[in-house]
C-alpha cells in the first residue's frame, strides 16, 4: 500500500467490497470499487435486467433544520422548497453569480428537517457554502456517520417488499422511514440509472449487515462506479465536473425542468438565489450552445473532451460523457453544441485520435426511463 493509498478516506463497506472482489480505484477522495468480478458489461445489464446494489456512501448527507429552513435553502437554489410536500424530494442545483453550477443535488422535505444528498466532490465545498449562507438561520448538521446504498434495477421494488412491505406505498421521488431487516432507515424511491430503485441513508455501524442482507436476495448483485457510470449515461443524467460546471449554466445544461415555475420571472417567489439575472435572462433570450445526446456510428466510443465539428470541418461544440452503452449496444455521448446544430438527427464528427467519427445528435434519454410512478 502506497502513502497515496493510505490518505484515501473509506466507506463503511470498504472490506465487504475488497470481500467482494472489488477493483478498488480512488475516487472524489475515496477508495472505491470500479467493478467486481462479474464486471462492468454484466453489472450494467444485471442492474438493467434484475437489481444492482451500489455504494455511494463518498455523497455528502446533510440535515438542515430550522423554522424557515426552506425559505433560507431557496437563497442559494432556483428551486421550490418551500411548496415541497413532506416526505416528498425533489432535483435542485446550487447557481453562483455567473449563473453557472456549483452543484446538482437531491432535497427532501423530512418533516422535522430537509435532508440533502451532494456530490462527493462538491462535498466541503458545498457544506462551507451551506455554513455561509444559512448559518445564520438554520441548524445544519452533516450526517459523516451514515452510509448511503443505492439498490436500483426493476426487481428492486420486489426485493424491498419482501423485506420491508412499507416501502410498496412508496412512489418515485417520495421518502420514509423504514425499517429494513430490522435496521431503522431513511429510504428515498430514487437513484441515478433510470430504473426503479430506492436509496438508503444507514448509520455505519449496520450498514455492511444491511448490505449482507440485501445482496443474499436472488434479484441482487454487487455494482460497481463503472456500471453506474453507463447506466446514468444511457439514461441521459448529468454527471457534475463534467456535463455540469460552474461555467454552464442550467439553461443550457437543458434542465429548464428542474428550475420550478415559482421562482421564474413570473412565478410566486421570483429569483433571489444567485445568479438569478442572467439565468432569468437565458430562458426569455435563448443561449448560444446547449447539452444534447449524440449516437456514434460504428463501435468505437466517443469519449469526454472529443472535439465536435460540422461537414466543413468548423468546431461546433465538445463531447463531455461518453462510453459505450450495453444496452444500447453501440456508443452513445453528451456534449455541449452551438445551437444552430442542436436539432434531432443533426450529423456531426468527433474528432478522436485525429480521426473523424460521425455522431448523430439523438434524443435522449438514449434507454427509457422506468420510474415507478404508482
Same mark, same amino acid.
Given at each position: 500500500?502506497?502513502?497515496?493509498?493510505? +490518505?484515501?478516506?473509506?466507506?463503511?463497506?470498504?472490506?465487504?467490497?475488497?470481500?467482494?472482489?472489488?477493483?478498488?480505484?480512488? *475516487?472524489?477522495?475515496?477508495?472505491? %470499487?470500479?467493478?467486481? %468480478?462479474?464486471?462492468?458489461?454484466?453489472?450494467?445489464?444485471?442492474?438493467?435486467? /434484475?437489481?444492482?446494489? $451500489?455504494?455511494?456512501?463518498?455523497?455528502?448527507?446533510? #440535515?438542515?433544520?430550522?423554522?424557515?429552513?426552506?425559505?433560507?435553502?431557496?437563497?442559494?437554489? %432556483?428551486?421550490?422548497?418551500?411548496?415541497?410536500?413532506?416526505?416528498?424530494?425533489?432535483?435542485?442545483?446550487?447557481?453562483?453569480?455567473?449563473?453557472?453550477?456549483?452543484?446538482?443535488?437531491?432535497?427532501?422535505?423530512?418533516?422535522?428537517?430537509? *435532508?440533502?444528498?451532494?456530490?462527493?466532490?462538491?462535498?466541503? /465545498?458545498?457544506?462551507?457554502?451551506?455554513? +455561509?449562507?444559512?448559518?445564520?438561520?438554520?441548524?445544519?448538521?452533516?450526517?459523516?456517520?451514515?452510509?448511503?446504498?443505492?439498490?436500483?434495477?426493476?426487481?428492486?421494488?420486489?426485493?424491498?417488499?419482501?423485506?420491508?412491505?412499507?416501502?410498496?406505498?412508496?412512489? *418515485?421521488?417520495?421518502?420514509?422511514?423504514?425499517?429494513?431487516?430490522?435496521?431503522?432507515? *431513511?429510504?428515498?424511491?430514487?437513484? @441515478? &440509472?433510470?430504473?426503479?430503485? $430506492?436509496?438508503?441513508?444507514?448509520?455505519?455501524? +449496520?450498514?455492511?449487515?444491511?448490505?449482507?442482507?440485501?445482496?443474499?436476495?436472488?434479484?441482487?448483485?454487487?455494482?460497481?462506479?463503472?456500471?453506474?457510470?453507463?447506466?446514468?449515461?444511457?439514461?441521459?443524467?448529468?454527471?457534475?465536473?463534467?456535463?455540469?460546471?460552474?461555467?454552464?449554466?442550467?439553461?443550457?445544461?437543458?434542465?429548464?425542468?428542474?428550475?420550478?415555475?415559482? #421562482?421564474?420571472?413570473?412565478?410566486?417567489?421570483?429569483?433571489?438565489?444567485?445568479?438569478?439575472?442572467?439565468?432569468?435572462?437565458?430562458?426569455?433570450?435563448?443561449?448560444?450552445?446547449? #447539452?444534447?445526446?449524440?449516437?456514434?456510428?460504428?463501435?468505437?466510443?466517443? #469519449?469526454?473532451?472529443?472535439?465536435?465539428?460540422?461537414?466543413?470541418? /468548423?468546431?461546433?461544440?465538445?463531447? &463531455?460523457?461518453?462510453? $459505450?452503452?450495453? &444496452?444500447?449496444?453501440?456508443?452513445?455521448?453528451?456534449? @455541449?453544441?452551438? &445551437?444552430?446544430?442542436?436539432?434531432?438527427?443533426?450529423?456531426?464528427?468527433?474528432?478522436?485520435?485525429?480521426?473523424?467519427?460521425?455522431?448523430?445528435?439523438?434524443?435522449?434519454? $438514449?434507454?427509457?426511463?422506468? @420510474?415507478?410512478?404508482?
Amino acid at each position: 500500500m502506497t502513502d497515496n493509498d493510505e +490518505q484515501l478516506l473509506k466507506t463503511a463497506l470498504y472490506d465487504l467490497h475488497v470481500e467482494l472482489g472489488g477493483k478498488m480505484v480512488p *475516487f472524489a477522495g475515496y477508495s472505491m %470499487p470500479v467493478q467486481y %468480478p462479474m464486471g462492468i458489461m454484466e453489472e450494467h445489464k444485471h442492474t438493467r435486467h /434484475q437489481a444492482g446494489l $451500489f455504494d455511494v456512501s463518498h455523497m455528502g448527507q446533510v #440535515r438542515i433544520s430550522g423554522d424557515n429552513a426552506a425559505l433560507a435553502l431557496e437563497r442559494l437554489m %432556483p428551486v421550490d422548497v418551500v411548496n415541497l410536500g413532506e416526505m416528498k424530494q425533489r432535483y435542485a442545483l446550487f447557481t453562483n453569480e455567473k449563473g453557472g453550477v456549483m452543484d446538482d443535488l437531491m432535497v427532501t422535505n423530512a418533516g422535522d428537517y430537509l *435532508f440533502l444528498v451532494v456530490n462527493a466532490a462538491c462535498k466541503e /465545498q458545498d457544506i462551507s457554502h451551506l455554513h +455561509q449562507h444559512l448559518g445564520d438561520d438554520c441548524e445544519i448538521e452533516v450526517l459523516e456517520d451514515y452510509a448511503l446504498l443505492a439498490l436500483q434495477g426493476p426487481e428492486a421494488g420486489a426485493v424491498m417488499a419482501r423485506l420491508a412491505p412499507k416501502s410498496q406505498d412508496m412512489v *418515485f421521488m417520495t421518502a420514509a422511514q423504514i425499517d429494513i431487516d430490522g435496521v431503522e432507515c *431513511f429510504v428515498t424511491r430514487s437513484g @441515478y &440509472t433510470g430504473e426503479d430503485g $430506492f436509496e438508503i441513508s444507514v448509520p455505519n455501524k +449496520q450498514a455492511e449487515q444491511l448490505a449482507r442482507t440485501l445482496l443474499v436476495q436472488p434479484e441482487v448483485e454487487p455494482v460497481g462506479l463503472g456500471a453506474r457510470d453507463s447506466l446514468r449515461l444511457e439514461a441521459g443524467l448529468c454527471l457534475y465536473g463534467h456535463d455540469l460546471d460552474t461555467e454552464t449554466t442550467p439553461v443550457e445544461s437543458t434542465l429548464l425542468w428542474a428550475l420550478s415555475k415559482s #421562482r421564474r420571472a413570473d412565478g410566486e417567489r421570483p429569483g433571489g438565489y444567485p445568479g438569478d439575472d442572467i439565468i432569468m435572462s437565458q430562458i426569455t433570450d435563448g443561449v448560444s450552445r446547449k #447539452r444534447v445526446g449524440l449516437k456514434a456510428q460504428g463501435r468505437m466510443p466517443v #469519449r469526454e473532451g472529443a472535439v465536435l465539428v460540422d461537414a466543413d470541418d /468548423q468546431e461546433v461544440g465538445v463531447v &463531455t460523457s461518453g462510453g $459505450f452503452g450495453p &444496452t444500447v449496444e453501440g456508443p452513445v455521448a453528451m456534449g @455541449y453544441v452551438k &445551437t444552430d446544430y442542436i436539432a434531432i438527427d443533426t450529423v456531426l464528427f468527433a474528432m478522436v485520435r485525429d480521426k473523424k467519427v460521425e455522431v448523430t445528435v439523438s434524443k435522449m434519454p $438514449f434507454v427509457e426511463q422506468r @420510474y415507478y410512478r404508482g
